[in-house]
């Protein structure tokens, strides 16, 4: 697969914001790449990385001598594919998964931003913390595989609060008084609004959490994980003069 083509795949299910750097160490020189890595992303039409956010990724790697191939599985599967051996590292995850994957290392530079929001119909009353949540007879929705959800509302799973696989079913379920609110994250949500052909009566009731996104590689890429900030921040240096332009 072309990378051009991998790439223009990729961006159909990121979109999202990176948080820049003012330290830039000084440019390396390209390397011809000579190994390709398979990275693992969830195809679930989230949207938290955006074109310059892959453009990034991709470059960093080739300067370092690496060429990318994106592999796409479904939300659920992401953390069970990224345990195989054919798979090297993933993209957007919250620093939280790495404490529940030692065979992984994170790139200690945030990729982009996710913002978890609660949606609901419009006028009606909800907390906007965990516990209140948890605690109350509300009945919620939160996408399947997704970690952030996955860790807070696990723990808490009955008829009351349910996993759901796909994010337009939560909408649906929402309209149809099958549950009194969901939780998804913002630039998914944003983009089922902008892009169905569905007229969908709700609102956001609040951003309830925000948390900066990473790369993690599997161990035996760990020298690589190091070298990889310094060129995510210069590439992002580089990069500040052009978007404001």
């Not at 890595?37 to 453009?55: P, R, Y």
């Not at 994957?101 to 931003?113: C, G, K, M, N, S």
């Not at 009351?160 to 630039?187: C, P, T, V, W, Y």
């Amino acid at each position: 697969m072309h990378l051009k083509f991998i790439c223009g795949y990729l961006l159909l299910f990121f979109g999202g914001a990176v948080a820049w750097a003012v330290e830039t160490p000084p440019p390396l020189q390209q390397q011809q790449p000579t190994k390709t890595l398979v990275i693992l992303f969830v195809n679930s039409g989230n949207a938290l990385m955006g074109k310059d956010n892959t453009a990034m990724v991709v470059r960093a790697f080739n300067n370092l001598g690496y060429k990318l191939e994106f592999r796409s599985v479904p939300l659920g599967r992401g953390a069970t594919e990224i345990t195989k051996d054919p798979i090297d590292g993933e993209l957007v995850r919250v620093r939280e998964y790495g404490d529940f994957h030692p065979e992984l290392v994170r790139v200690e530079e945030p990729i982009a931003t996710a913002t978890f929001s609660i949606y609901t119909k419009p006028g009606k009353k909800i907390p906007c913390n965990w516990d209140e949540l948890t605690k109350s007879d509300l009945r919620i929705d939160y996408q399947r595989g997704i970690f952030y959800s996955e860790m807070n509302f696990k723990k808490h799973l009955s008829d009351r609060i349910r996993g759901i696989d796909h994010a337009e079913q939560m909408f649906q379920r929402l309209r149809s008084n099958r549950s009194d609110l969901f939780f998804l994250d913002k630039q998914s949500a944003d983009n089922i609004l902008q892009n169905s052909k569905e007229k969908w009566d709700l609102e956001r009731v609040c951003d309830i959490h925000s948390a900066p996104t990473y790369m993690y590689l599997k161990a035996r890429y760990a020298d690589l994980a190091k070298k990889l900030p310094a060129e995510f921040r210069r590439i992002k240096k580089e990069s500040e003069p052009l978007k404001k332009k």
